[in-house]
């Protein structure tokens, strides 16, 4: 099979293992498996579609007979195949992790969450492949409902639902901007196909104007400051697994549809985009770790700590635009090739992370770090994937965070070089930002693993808690290694992924590695080489221990004292350091940023409170306008309610087909 | 140079640094003690202390977890990874064509990274407050590392520690007004990292400064002791392999490696004893205020960086 019959016959599996799952859902364990185990057999397969797709050519194929006015369109090139490869690495890790967490959620609807689970998941292949911007925004509609209603799928609580409520608006008003800036490109070319839009040689104030629309459309999507306010709510607030997948894959769909649109169709021709777009990634990188470093909610940390990453993924993506438009080839494939390395990297580790949080609330039934500590002795296994993640995503040599941070360095560097002042100026202040942000990430991710796993146990779910099932670990173990291979693979995994940023900047590839070292395309400017470095630790290690044999240090003996020292007072478990007094410094230090958040509330909150009056207003003019405007009104919506009425049978999937259904109206209308 | 004479050199710098770095110490403690004007100990003395300290039995906290027993190596272990990277007996870097100036910056993070999880992981008030300094210092002086060492890099157009420092012996890279300031916001970086005043409380070093070896014990508490005066050492001849490199050997031999020996031991006991002289001269502050000080030394970082934008 090609890599299109692999990734349509995936689709299908996970489509197909939705609806049984759906079909189950009285039985609850086979409902479980079905979709867990479907989910990781249709992601094998999605993962052989992105390898097919690598070593052979682009493949693409369409099918006819859907709908007069869209060609369905499906193309692999290099990002699609990428993009396929990242998200069906996560999907198998979350599937099989979730045969066995899934199990807190019994009675609750296990048949249901696999159904909207795997659907969200076929969205997202679909979104990355497809080649029609018709089928585009179809798909990405599927995407947002199916992960809206995985949300709120903890209905019972309040904090859910309206962190739902605001996931779907954020998510609308950006669809909408990206809407419009396919139906500009409509508007001049006369198709949806990307290929068409391809050759439009729009003039440049067109295309900034796409550019702006689609960048704050998808940016709502991907978290940028500051449209970020539904991630950090939205993503804690569903089960882990897909929490996992929000994190890891879902906001990256909206970098993708940024470089599909900006950088392959419209060639970045201006470099304002591209310092736009680095300037909103430093935004976010910074202030999205400022948060997470305060957070004392362990998921929502990791929700703070994605939008800072969906930053430094930017910055990078940023830098390539910069330098496709200044026509420097290198700095094109470095900078892309660091944001998709970063993409890929932060969906492992961010994945991983969120699962292991998923783990430590099934054992501990809490997600308040103040009320963990210790659970290092109960979760074995559970706290050394998690340490393996905390030390990735704080970019630590030699694992894979560290990898792409470095290309980011790197692509900076050579940006600072450049003939354009602007990028002199602030490419080495973009370097140093990061450096900062990295320093931050490490506190927020000492604090998180610290106060979580290690200390004293500070309630009784902490003591109480046990390890988790073996799915779970397995799911996690399995995103650690590929953490680890991501770091210590790098000089055979760079050329792949500059391959395929070379084809997103339309320039030849250039040479980044030889041997066991990599390099910014000039090996003069800086290389690493990240096996090495690893076995240099390794040998290392000697050292210490040869020099403790030497003075006779092995014959001195351990021994395991209860307390730690407190004065010569008892200890108290309360005597540790918590999650909230942890990052007490910080907030002092950097008062005003938090100033900002809280600045930022009065006007938010200004505005709901202004909804609210305004509708607590209504009731009192009703009487005036009631007998001659609001009463034939309020009839005829009483008639057309009732023939909704019939329409509503409270089925979740038949609304799906009614907003498919009124989408496709909708643009006939508009078009024919 | 041959990559088996870089890598003969490269370990013999971590031999070497493993081996003096406690002398250093002690040679601080002992500047110290005279300013002071007490009797203080004796140069050797960090040489007694391991030597006892390893072979006392170990004591660990009961809720101390993996973290906490593996750190002590992972400290040294970063620490010599950094000194192999460093150029100090040779111009070259000996481990350059296993990383840059980016990894050596993020190598001294992996070190705080477990240094202060294992005073969290002890459960101890202390072992906390430490860890939690240790990170808030190294998120203030972080930036400034890289912005000085961006800089340097940009002026010898590689990130590669042993092109900045073979440009700037060789004059590639003239000690104009940029270097001058870069130099001297390194100064305080290096004077942070050193674990010396205005952060520390000479007085309560076992409480705070040294907070995150507080459960520490015997061998353990050799091992992390051992890896801070590596690290202090680390951080030295980093800033002399970029501000002052002048002094070693361009080809492998035994004269010019004993000559480089000789001329870097003199410039870190210069670099010591001018710590010592800062540190016991100025007053202490409080902890929180730290800020206000990094903020000064970034003042002069950007004017670096200002200058290197106009060249001068």
């Known amino acids: 099979m090609d890599a299109i019959q692999l990734l349509i016959s995936s689709a299908l599996t996970f489509a197909a293992t939705g609806l049984l799952s759906l079909l189950l859902r009285g039985l609850e364990r086979p409902a479980r498996v079905v979709s867990g185990l479907g989910g990781a057999a249709a992601s094998v397969l999605a993962f052989l579609s992105a390898l097919a797709a690598f070593v052979g050519d682009s493949a693409s194929l369409e099918l006819t007979g859907f709908s007069a006015f869209g060609r369905f369109v499906l193309a692999m090139d290099g990002l699609s195949a990428f993009m396929v490869g990242a998200i069906s690495l996560l999907a198998f890790a979350a599937s099989i992790y979730s045969i066995g967490y899934v199990h807190e959620y019994r009675g609750r609807g296990c048949g249901e969450l696999g159904f909207f689970n795997n659907i969200f998941i076929a969205a997202m292949l679909m979104v990355v492949t497809v080649a029609n911007a018709f089928y585009f925004l179809i798909f990405w509609e599927l995407m947002t409902l199916a992960s809206y209603f995985l949300v709120i799928f903890e209905q019972e609580k309040k904090e859910s639902v309206s962190a739902g409520y605001l996931y779907f608006l954020i998510a609308h008003i950006g669809t909408a901007l990206i809407m419009l800036s396919f139906f500009i490109l409509y508007q001049q070319t006369g198709s949806f196909d990307f290929d068409s839009f391809r050759n439009a040689g729009l003039p440049l104030g067109i295309q900034s104007l796409i550019f702006l629309l689609a960048f704050f459309g998808f940016g709502a999507k991907a978290g940028i400051v500051p449209l970020h306010i539904w991630l950090p709510r939205a993503h804690p607030a569903a089960p882990s697994h897909v929490s996992a997948l929000l994190s890891g894959v879902m906001i990256k769909t909206a970098i993708y549809g940024l470089i599909r649109l900006c950088v392959d169709i419209l060639g970045a021709p201006l470099w304002w985009w591209g310092f736009v777009v680095l300037c909103f990634g430093g935004l976010s990188a910074l202030l999205g770790i400022v948060y997470a470093l305060d957070e004392r909610d362990l998921k929502r940390l990791l929700a703070y700590s994605s939008v800072e990453n969906v930053g430094i993924i930017l910055m990078g993506v940023g830098v390539g635009m910069m330098g496709m438009s200044l026509q420097l080839p290198t700095l094109a494939v470095i900078g892309f090739l660091a944001a998709l390395y970063h993409l890929l990297n932060h969906a492992m580790f961010k994945g991983l992370l969120f699962m292991g949080a998923g783990a430590v609330v099934y054992s501990a039934h809490t997600r308040n770090m103040n009320e963990m500590g210790g659970l290092a002795r109960a979760m074995p296994w559970t706290s050394f994937v998690f340490l393996v993640g905390a030390v990735a995503i704080s970019a630590i040599p030699p694992l894979n965070g560290f990898v792409s941070e470095w290309f980011v360095f790197q692509s900076l560097f050579i940006a600072s070089s450049t003939e354009l002042g602007v990028l002199r100026v602030f490419a080495p202040l973009f370097a140093v930002l990061l450096g900062l942000v990295g320093a931050m990430a490490a506190m927020t991710f000492v604090k998180a693993y610290g106060t979580t796993f290690t200390g004293q146990p500070r309630s009784v779910h902490a003591r109480d808690a046990v390890e988790v099932p073996g799915s779970m670990l397995a799911g996690m173990g399995a995103l650690a290694i590929a953490v680890t291979l991501l770091g210590l693979g790098a000089p055979w995994v760079t050329p792949f992924i500059g391959g395929v940023a070379a084809q997103v900047a339309n320039v030849p590839t250039e040479t980044l590695a030889s041997g066991i070292q990599i390099f910014p395309g000039n090996e003069a400017q800086g290389v690493l080489s990240t096996p090495i470095i690893f076995l240099l630790h390794a040998g290392l290690l000697t050292f210490p221990l040869v020099a403790v044999f030497a003075l006779g240090g092995h014959r001195a003996g351990q021994r395991v004292d209860a307390d730690p020292w407190a004065c010569g007072y008892g200890y108290q478990p309360q005597m540790g350091i918590s999650a909230t007094n942890f990052a007490q410094p910080m907030l002092a230090a950097f008062r005003p940023l938090y100033l900002l958040r809280t600045l930022a509330q009065k006007p938010l909150d200004g505005i709901a409170s202004f909804a609210k009056r305004f509708g607590a207003s209504l009731p009192a003019a009703e009487p005036v306008v009631e007998r001659t405007v609001s009463q034939p009104i309020f009839a005829f919506v009483r008639t057309v309610g009732g023939w909704v009425q019939r329409m509503q049978m409270g089925d979740l999937r038949m609304y799906c087909l009614y907003i498919f259904i009124a989408l496709a109206v909708l643009l006939i209308v508009i078009f024919k | ?312």
């Open chain 2, 1 to 312: 140079m041959t990559t088996g004479s870089l890598i003969f050199i490269g370990l013999l710098q971590a031999v070497l640094v493993a081996a003096l770095a406690p002398l250093f110490s002690g040679f601080a403690r002992v500047l110290r003690a005279k300013m002071h004007s007490r009797h203080g100990p004796p140069l050797l003395q960090n040489y007694y202390d391991l030597f006892k300290l390893m072979k006392r039995q170990e004591i660990l906290p009961a809720h101390g977890s993996l973290v906490f027993r593996i750190t002590p190596y992972v400290t040294i272990v970063s620490a010599l990874l950094v000194v192999m990277i460093v150029p100090i007996l040779a111009a070259d870097s000996p481990f350059g064509w296993v990383g840059d100036m980016i990894l050596v910056v993020y190598l001294l993070m992996l070190a705080r990274f477990f240094t202060s999880l294992a005073g969290l992981s002890s459960g101890s008030t202390f072992g906390g407050m430490g860890a939690r300094r240790e990170l808030f210092v190294s998120a203030l002086v972080e930036p400034l590392i890289l912005l000085v060492l961006f800089v340097m890099s940009l002026l010898a157009e590689s990130t590669n520690l042993g092109a900045i420092s073979r440009g700037v012996a060789t004059g590639a890279i003239p000690y104009l007004a940029t270097v001058w300031l870069g130099m001297v916001s390194f100064a305080f970086v290096v004077f942070v990292e050193a674990g010396k005043l205005p952060f520390d409380l000479s007085e309560a070093e076992q409480e705070l400064q040294e907070g995150a070896f507080t459960e520490y014990s015997g061998r353990g508490l050799a091992l992390m002791q051992w890896g801070f005066y590596m690290k202090q050492l680390a951080v030295v001849s980093l800033f002399i392999a970029v501000f002052v490199p002048f002094g070693t050997m361009t080809t492998l031999s035994l004269l010019g490696g004993l000559l480089a020996l000789a001329i870097f031991l003199i410039k870190a006991a210069a670099l010591y004893f001018l710590a010592a002289i800062l540190e016991n001269a100025m007053a202490r502050t409080r902890f929180i205020k730290a800020p206000s000080f990094t903020w000064i030394a970034v003042g002069v970082g950007l004017l670096c960086f200002a200058f290197y934008l106009v060249r001068i």
